[in-house]
């Protein structure tokens, strides 16, 4: 590979960092630059954008809408995994990014480049979710990854960088979080939020209201699966794309979703992280719901267990790993009969389940009631309880001492 790059192609959203890295590719390599915009959902002006990377100097913008794929191949299969990283946070970015990563490339691969590019800091795990896929996916690609090599050390010098320009940005010194939102959730991150224990603006989120600001009276909505991923809202089928929507819509009204927390990045260092995912959340509680009667006891146990590797995989960007799509063929296998339909009731930040049914449900209320029944004998549980508690009788006839 030559050391000059010959075309680059950059991941382009038309932020603070994606802006200066365009224009400074342009003059530090000399060579045309062709941005790339993937529509995930962030419910921002494409074409706008578009333009803009047109005046900053791209040679070519490609804009491609990503947001079926990004629901139906990347979101719904998370789902039904139950994936949460450290207890909270449902994956919105983690799971964009191997997405936009993947369309680069075929990008890449239309437009004759021989160079990716991307915006991520030299902090953060978008950097390794970006790379990691061009390495397993198109190895032989040259990645720049401008925050590592350039004397640009803060958003401070992007934005006077950007000033002297002539590059429009919409970070300001007044507000100088991050923001990245796509179809599943909204994320902020960087400037006031770096202070964990300073509560986050009022103003600052876009999907969701405040719970003390929710409607005092409750929503009930019905959500339906077919073998693990939802297919309908209150008996209406719908699409992968407009069923998020609208549950995003219905369950922001209601203030669920906000989650503030402190997480381990792959990189090393911990960092807070605000993050809106109002339909996520309501997917996340009723897919869980609706196991809990279709799903065997040991099959939830054991893909309870993988969960937290999930998990981990997806926020570390090892989504084309084969170890992930290892784990995605086992957890599959078990959403067969996750079929049916949950009721919630979402009311001023909380989902709850308040019903659930399954055409083949393994709940059955013939065995589950306390009063009296014909299949179930209550003698058999003598023997099953005095076989389970022979080790322990044994260790109390040896005298092992207890805690």
Known sequence: MSSTPRKIVLAYSGGLDTSVILHWLRQTYRCPVVAFVADVGQEEDLQAIAEKARQTGAEQVVVEDLREAFVRDFVFPALRAQAVYEGSYLLGTSLARPLIAQKQIEVAQRVGADTVAHGATGKGNDQVRFELTFQALAPQLRVLAPWREWPLRARADLMNYAREHGIPVPTTPQKPYSIDRNLLHTSYEGGILEDPWQEPPADMFQMTVAPEEAPDRPTYVEISFEAGVPTAIDGTPYAPVALLETLNRLAGANGIGRVDMVENRFVGMKSRGVYETP????????????????????????????MPKYAQLVYNGFWFAPERLMLQAAIDATQQEVTGTVRLKLYKGNCMVVGRKAPR???????????????YNPRDAEGFIRLHGLRLRLQALRGTSQP
């Open 279 to 306: 339909g996520g959340t309501v997917l996340h509680v009723a897919h869980r719901a609706l196991e809990s009667i279709t799903l065997d006891r040991e099959v939830m146990f054991l893909r309870d267990s993988l």
């Open 361 to 375: 449900s393994l709940y059955r209320p013939e065995y589950a009631t306390f009063e009296a029944d014909r299949v």
